[in-house]
């Protein structure tokens, strides 16, 4: 059985791998073949320089998975920059759930269209940065210079401060060591942690759609019958008799005068009839 010390140091490089197999989805059969038919009439394979150093095994593994590495075996002239485990592995526990799309992009910017090396770096003019393409600029989907590095030389000591060109970058790294270079077609380079640029890693996500929630429509309501005030019809009344002091007129009585000349007419007629009537009988 292997000793305990060994089981404990086993622990974080399987704890690393799986994370970085739910990370990074798994290319096909047909990818892996495709990869090595580049591979085999490239000048160089990055992924079996880094091979050689197992303390870029995670890099290594993320340049695989991303296909960077193809992009990498396809160029003429190539700078890796290549941070170490513990640096991947600060990122990768910070960014669990970080797109392919986002990882892909930032492997990019770890790959420089230019032959750098110690010497190179450190005739770079001082007091001032340089820029450089990186293989990310070439994408298209670099915005505001995130395609490009800034590499300042250190004022002593031969290290250099490499940075995106981006204002508002969100880490930086140093120069440690070269690790392996094929002049003038690759050389790879050890940083101390990854160099991310604004918008990749913290890249405003876009904004969920509104949810559509079955809204209740209210019953609408029963039409009102508005009813006009009727104004009271007025009521026929007889007026009011005046209220008067004095009796009401009695009705005129019949003239004396005319009663008498009715009745001498009346006479009068009855003796004309009768004297005619004697007349006759004579």
Same mark, same amino acid.
């Given at each position: 059985?292997?000793?305990? @010390? ?8 399987? $704890? ?17 073949? &495709? ?13 079996? +320089?880094?091979? #050689?150093?197992?303390? =870029?095994?995670?890099?290594? =593994? ?9 992009? +990498? /075996? ?5 700078? %890796?920059?290549?941070?170490?485990? $513990? ?23 770890? %790959?420089?269209? @230019?032959?750098? @090396? ?29 395609? =490009?590095?800034? +590499? ?27 690790? &392996?270079?094929?002049?003038? /077609? ?34 609408? !309501?029963?039409?009102? #019958? ?5 104004? !009271? ?11 008067? @002091? ?37």
């Amino acid at each position: 059985m292997p000793p305990a @010390d060994a089981h404990s140091s086993m622990a974080p490089r399987l $704890s690393l791998l799986v994370l970085l197999v739910l990370v990074v989805p798994a290319a096909g059969d047909d990818a892996a073949e &495709a990869a090595a038919a580049a591979d085999a009439g490239s000048a160089f394979n990055v992924t079996e +320089i880094l091979g #050689r150093f197992p303390e =870029f095994r995670l890099f290594n =593994f993320l340049l695989s998975r991303t296909h960077v590495d193809r992009e +990498i /075996n396809s160029r003429r002239t190539v700078t %890796v920059l290549a941070p170490e485990n $513990s640096a991947v592995d600060w990122l990768l526990r910070r960014t669990a759930r970080l797109p392919r799309a986002a990882l892909l992009e930032l492997i990019s910017v770890h %790959v420089v269209l @230019d032959y750098l @090396d110690a010497a190179k770096l450190a005739a770079l003019p001082r007091g001032r940065p340089t820029l450089f393409t990186t293989l990310f600029q070439t994408s298209g989907n670099a915005r505001r210079r995130t395609g =490009f590095l800034a +590499i300042t030389p250190a004022a002593k000591g031969g290290g250099a401060v490499i940075a995106s060109a981006a204002p508002g970058a969100l880490v930086n790294a140093t120069f440690k060591r070269a690790v &392996a270079a094929k002049p003038y /077609n690759i050389s790879v380079l050890q940083i101390s942690n990854f160099v991310v640029p604004p918008g990749i890693i913290t890249r405003p996500r876009p904004p969920p759609p509104p949810r559509m929630r079955p809204t209740a429509i209210a019953p609408s !309501p029963a039409p009102t #019958r508005t009813i006009l005030p009727t104004r !009271p019809s007025p009521q026929l009344t007889q007026p009011a008799a005046e209220d008067t @002091d004095e009796a009401p007129a009695a009705a005129p009585a019949p003239s004396h005068g005319h009663a008498v000349h009715g009745m001498s007419l009346l006479s009068g007629l009855g003796v004309a009839v009768g004297m005619t009537c004697m007349l006759g009988y004579l």
